[in-house]
């Protein structure tokens, strides 16, 4: 669960703001995204092998 402490004369704006950045930082809707629809293991597996081929393909890039 996250939640912030408003300070005191803390403008709404701003702790909404850090409710946001701490929300994000979190991961919560990232993980609620990956737990709405089922993937099966072989597609799993085949997103990650393509992530990787690009990870790599990233770092050489770097490199060079």
Known sequence: ???ITIQENES???ALKRF???YERSGVLKE???RTFFLK???K????KIK???RAQRT???SE
């Not at 597996?45 to 990650?48: D, E, S, W």
Request: no cysteine; glycine share 4%; aromatic share 4%.
């Open 12 to 14: 709404i704006d701003k």
């Open 20 to 22: 946001k950045k701490k």
């Open 41 to 43: 293991p072989s597609i």
């Open 1 to 3: 669960m996250v939640g």
């Open 60 to 62: 050489d890039m770097i």
């Open 52 to 54: 990787a081929v690009r």
């Open 45 to 48: 597996k085949r997103m990650q």
């Open 32 to 34: 609620f995204k990956k």
